[in-house]
Every structure is written in C-alpha cells, then in structure tokens.
C-alpha cells in the first residue's frame, strides 16, 4: 500500500476532523496552517496547498510571494494535544509554477544532501542520532525596551531556591549547579514528566530509548533512537514540539537556548554520524578506535570546515556563551575516543555495526534540516579531498598547558565569526546543489539582523562593570 493511502486510512481510522500541514522555517521553527480534513484526498497529496510565503522571513519578496507546500505522506502522524482529532504531516515547500523545491526551504536542501551521498558514490544511507537537551523552568520573565533589559527565570526545582520560602514547606532535594548528572528522585523532581514527554513522542511514532536529568539545574535529555537524516530532522521538530507543550500541560516552561543561566552548563545537541553502503558500515575498520580511513577522512572534513558550520549548528549569539572552556563545551577541534571536550568524539562500542562520530559542538538551536546536511556535507568533503584529521588528542584537554592548548585550533567565539566564516567557507555546501548560494546568502542576511540586534543592546552586566566609570 503506497504512503499516501496508509495517511488517507489513517484519516478514516482515527475519525480525523483537521489535517495540519506543517513546515520548518529558515531560522529552524515549525510553521502550521490547519485545514479541515473535507480537502484532503490522494489529489491534495500530490498537487499541495499554496501559502503566503512572503510573510516567512528570510524567503520571497511580496511581489513574488506564492508558494506551494507538497506533503510527505509518509511523515504523518496523530497529534496528541489538540482537543479535535487532528494529523499532522510534514511537508517540502516548491515553487508553484515548476514544482521544483525551493532552494531555500530547509527540509527540501536535507533530502538533496541524502540524495548526493548517493549520488557520490561513497554511501547510500546517512544515520544521525542527535541528543538535544533542554531546560524546564516554572517561570520565565523578560524585559527587552530603551530602558530596561533585563531577564528572569525561576524554577522551584533550581538551585538557587535552597532557601526559598515555599508555600507547604521547602523539601530542600535539588540538583546543584553541575551537579544534576544522575540523581535519582526527589533530588531529580522531573522524572514523571520527562516520562510522559517520552510516552508521548513514542506514541507518535517515534523511536525512543531513555530519559533522564541533565549536568545543570533544571537541565533534561530525552534519547531518540538513530534514523535517517530527514527523519532525524523531523523527528527533532517532534521532539520540540511534544517537549513544549507536555511542559505546558504540566503549567512548565521549556527553552532550548543554549545558555539561559551563568555559571552553569550549557544545552549542546550532540549529533551521532555514520555512512553505510550496501548494507555495510563504512566507518568500522582497523585505524585508530577501530575507525575506517573514510570515518577519519570525515572527521578531518568536520575538522576542517568546523568554523563555517557553527554558522548552521551554532546559529544564535546565545550559542557562543555556551562555547566556552570551563563548563564541558567542546570549543577545542580536536577528535578523540575519549575526550568529551573536543568537538569530535567516537563512541565506544563492541559492534561494527554501531561504529559512528559524534559531533558534539552543535546546539539545539540550530534549524536541524540544514544543520544535520551541513555536517554531511562537509564529512563528505574530507572523504573526497582525503583530509587528514590529524593525530587524535587523547590526553586531558582541560588540563593542558598553555603552550600546548595554543597549538589546537578552536571553534568560532562568536556569530558574528561564524557567519564571516560561513561567507568564506561554503563551496562544500554548495557540491551536488544541495545547498545553494542564495539559500547561504539569505540565511547570513537573516542572522546578520541577530548580530545587529544583540550588538546595539547594552547588556546588565555592562552597567555593573562600567555605569560609574
């Protein structure tokens, strides 16, 4: 039975009211529009839904705003949090005079990048497995005017509220700053929820494995099991998505910035690679932590294009705050089978056949359809090009010496460096038209305007440094 007669049966089966057509925008965030289910037969599958896509920043001009979404039948699913039975479906955005994808439509440049691993002959199928981790807050507040900018966050469970006055009587088990890895209950307050936030997303339809408490207070992972690269993708805006609103049902709040707090660890989103051919993994072999010589030529592409890609994995000025040294960042582009503190990592495991490279400088606020291609992308620019990753930095890289730890290369320190880098860098992206200049190009214009916004704001902590200079 073809995709789109399983989805029309599913529709029939579940007794569904409303179809909700979704997609991802440039910046990374899920877009809908609802429709009722008497307009959706084998023909909406096929012809689509024309949008407005002038009013999607960072896409057309309004005088060329016209834009068709093409559902993926295979993507859809029950939607648990609306009160009428509602299935969701992901869709590609195309151009609606040709029905070719548009160039700057992430999920559309995600599917290309699968389709040029193919093409180039080194691999047919591309497996990530990315670990996203969030924080979960019971109140939030922000301030952002000419005269006050200012941010509060606040959460019973924190650390900070060891001598809080609480309503009932403060029961005093909290996780401390860097101390929440892995306590278990009451000190991890979060287990019930971070379980209904797991049920949730395996009753949807996605492959799951674990949850638990994170290093920082308030901090959480769920784990989802591996899959393709536009499934992954998909399934990280699922993953959002049911985070957000079991949170909410819970009367919770829930970011995926990267540093919302000082002083305590940061979320990384740390991304498990492997290429397999043929039915075989490509990357088990007989070098270094039983690595094949292709899985070295993709670190060394990782390596080498590291800058460029924190543009696209480390895509906000927030994420800059978490890479820093100090708080387990990966800042250093170094690879090693044992240091958690490089931005490669290659996990332990007995079989060939769970033999992967773990990126783990990329961070949940990164659009995940082009973050997961531009990694692909630059992996397979090591493999063609036979770059060399170097020897692997196998000793303690928090307690290097200085001499030593200036002979490393870092990541980028800011967005600012990244997009600049990114202008510089970006041929890789460009092999097999998977990702293209304009797409690039807009992309930058787009987080240009963050970088000017977050640079012609003064900051508190500038107040207490230099107010009575």
């Not at 990126?359 to 949940?364: E, K, L, N, S, T």
Request: net charge negative.
């Amino acid at each position: 039975m073809s995709a789109v007669k399983k989805a029309l049966e599913l529709m029939k089966a579940e007794d569904v009211e409303y179809v909700d057509v979704r997609f991802t925008d440039p910046r990374g965030k899920l877009q809908h529009v609802t429709l009722v289910v008497d307009l959706i037969d084998e023909d909406f599958f096929e012809e689509g839904f024309m949008f407005d896509g002038s009013s999607i920043a960072g896409w057309k001009s309004i005088d060329q705003s016209d834009m068709k979404l093409i559902p993926d039948a295979t993507s859809v699913y029950i939607d648990p949090f609306y009160a009428e039975k509602t299935m969701c479906v992901h869709c590609n955005v195309v151009e609606p005079d040709t029905n070719e994808p548009y160039t700057r439509d992430p999920r559309s440049t995600a599917e290309k990048a699968e389709a040029y691993l193919k093409s180039s002959g080194i691999g047919d199928s591309f497996f990530c497995g990315p670990e996203a981790e969030f924080f979960i807050f019971d109140d939030v507040r922000y301030s952002v005017t000419p005269h006050k900018v200012s941010y509060q966050v606040d959460a019973e469970a924190a650390a900070w509220n060891t001598d809080a006055e609480i309503e009932g009587g403060n029961l005093a088990h909290r996780a401390n700053f860097k101390g929440g890895y892995f306590p278990v209950n009451p000190v991890d307050e979060a287990a019930d929820l971070r379980g209904e936030m797991l049920s949730t997303m395996k009753r949807i339809g996605m492959k799951v494995d674990k949850h638990h408490h994170e290093v920082a207070t308030c901090q959480h992972e769920l784990g989802m099991i591996f899959g393709t690269l536009t499934e992954q993708a998909d399934n990280i805006q699922k993953y959002k998505y049911v985070i957000h609103n079991v949170a909410a049902a819970y009367g919770k709040t829930v970011t995926f910035m990267p540093k919302p707090i000082k002083g305590d660890n940061g979320s990384g989103m740390h991304v498990n690679m492997s290429i397999w051919k043929d039915g075989k993994p490509l990357f088990a072999g007989d070098k270094y932590a039983d690595l094949s010589q292709e899985a070295l030529y993709f670190i060394g592409g990782i390596l080498k294009h590291a800058k460029a890609l924190n543009a696209l994995t480390n895509p906000t000025t927030n994420s800059y705050k978490r890479l820093i040294p100090g708080f387990e960042a990966p800042v250093l582009r170094a690879y090693s089978a044992r240091n958690r503190s490089g931005c490669v990592r290659i996990p332990w495991t007995e079989s060939p056949k769970a033999k992967r490279v773990e990126a783990r400088f990329p961070d949940p606020a990164a659009n995940p359809y082009l973050a997961f291609s531009a990694l692909l992308m630059a992996g397979l620019d090591g493999i063609k090009n036979k770059i060399d990753p170097g020897a692997p930095s196998d000793k303690d890289l928090y307690d290097l010496p200085p001499e030593e730890l200036a002979e490393i290369p870092t990541v980028c320190g800011s967005l600012r460096e990244a997009l600049t880098e990114l202008e510089a860098d970006m041929d890789f992206l460009l092999a097999g038209d998977v990702f293209t200049k304009d797409q690039i190009e807009g992309y930058i214009a787009l987080k240009w305007e963050e970088v000017y916004a977050f640079e012609h704001t003064p900051h508190p902590v500038e107040y207490q440094m230099y107010y009575s200079c």
